[in-house]
């Protein structure tokens, strides 16, 4: 069975700077999808980013990026130049290509912006 | 709609009683999703739905747990004889069916339940 680990409960991190946020993944399949998701007090899941396994070039949406390293399962999401906005939970889902497209989740960050 | 309409937002209720949380999927999406975001988890796939196969309910908990999917569209999700363990946020997706690069899941802001 596939699973998603988040480590890190909780970051914070000052207005302007970077921060990552790491994930890392087990699977036996070849061929998958990843995702970051946004969670603001609002409860709204919000997608932040998506990654193809097959793509060996790291997915970027403006200042959010990831590290890709598929034979190491991880999936790290850099947030370059924080903005209070982007203080929220973070969850990292893993989802495979067969059967139902299911999402597997980590147990999300929550991370802070500090002003 | 614009998107995922879940309702009500929040629901209290005491133990033993029934609860129906309801999900309207973005229009056109034929796959949807029930997951539950219990405190301090992450979050817990219950059902899946898809145009009009057979559904997937390997993530429902127990049998007090059940769902329906009417017309393709509007989803209810119904725990009977509620328990405090049931005590979560309940979040409902839709996609679109087909290739797996278009199952982008789009999110309802959830129902926060409460059993007291």
């Known amino acids: 069975a596939q699973t998603v680990t988040q480590s890190q409960p909780e970051m914070s991190v000052q207005e302007a700077e970077t921060v990552t946020l790491s994930c890392t993944y087990d699977t036996s399949e070849s061929n998958y999808y990843l995702f970051w998701y946004k969670q603001p007090p609002s409860r709204q899941m919000i997608l932040v980013i998506r990654?193809?396994?097959?793509?060996?070039q790291n997915a970027t949406e403006n200042r959010f990026s990831v590290n890709f390293q598929k034979a190491a399962k991880s999936f790290s999401l850099k947030i370059s130049d924080s903005q209070l906005g982007d203080t929220a939970m973070y969850f990292c889902?893993?989802?495979?290509?067969?059967?139902?497209?299911?999402?597997?989740f980590g147990t999300g960050t929550r991370l802070k912006v500090l002003a | 709609g614009a998107g995922v309409s879940q309702s009500p937002s929040n629901k209290v209720t005491e133990k033993g009683k029934d609860v129906e949380l309801r999900c309207d999927p973005i229009?056109?999406?034929?796959?949807l999703y029930w997951y539950r975001q219990s405190l301090g988890q992450g979050l817990e796939f219950l059902i899946y739905f898809q145009g009009n196969s057979a559904p997937d309910k390997s993530g429902l908990p127990s049998d007090r747990f059940s769902a329906e999917r009417t017309g393709g569209s509007v989803s209810t999700l119904t725990i009977q004889r509620t328990q405090q363990e049931d005590s979560a946020v309940y979040l409902c997706?839709?996609?679109?069916?087909?290739?797996?690069?278009?199952?982008?899941?789009?999110f309802g802001a959830g129902t926060r339940l409460s059993v007291l």
């Open positions: 229009s056109g999406h034929t796959a």
């Open positions: 997706a839709s996609s679109l069916a087909g290739l797996a690069g278009q199952n982008i899941q789009y």
């Open positions: 990654q193809e396994a097959y793509k060996q």
């Open positions: 889902a893993f989802m495979d290509t067969s059967g139902t497209y299911k999402y597997i």
